[in-house]
């Protein structure tokens, strides 16, 4: 059974930090890419970041780069978004997903979802 689990969401003051990470498991994980997602109330769901389980490499959106940071421990299967400099519009569900896919993050490419978990950055 396929599973992607996120976790390290909460409350953060605006200028803050937070870690999330995405347990996966049940599929080749070094054949695919993790990204990140985000989606706030009454908007459409935004790709963040991914990254490449095979060799590391990463993608970011323009609303994140340089505050953003993803990696990967491969020993356990688990990706990790660390947020800093959080601004309140940094607000949303994110969630992580698993696609054969290289440098994109473009949701239609992802096969396997996460739940979310919710990230509130408070003013």
């Known amino acids: 059974e396929v599973q992607l689990v996120e976790s390290g969401g909460g409350l953060v003051q605006a200028g803050g930090s937070l870690r999330l990470s995405c347990a996966a498991s049940g599929f080749a994980y070094d054949d695919y890419a993790i990204g990140w997602f985000r989606q706030a109330p009454g908007k459409e769901r935004e790709g963040v970041s991914c990254?490449?389980?095979?060799?590391?490499?990463?993608y970011y959106a323009d609303s994140v780069k340089g505050r953003f940071t993803t990696s990967s421990d491969n020993a356990k299967n688990t990706v990790y978004l660390q947020m800093n400099s959080l601004k309140p519009e940094d607000t949303a569900v994110y969630s992580c997903a698993a696609g054969k896919v290289y440098r994109t993050i473009n949701a239609r490419s992802y096969e396997y979802w996460g739940q979310g978990t919710q990230v509130t950055v408070s003013s």
């Open positions: 990254i490449s389980a095979s060799d590391g490499s990463t």
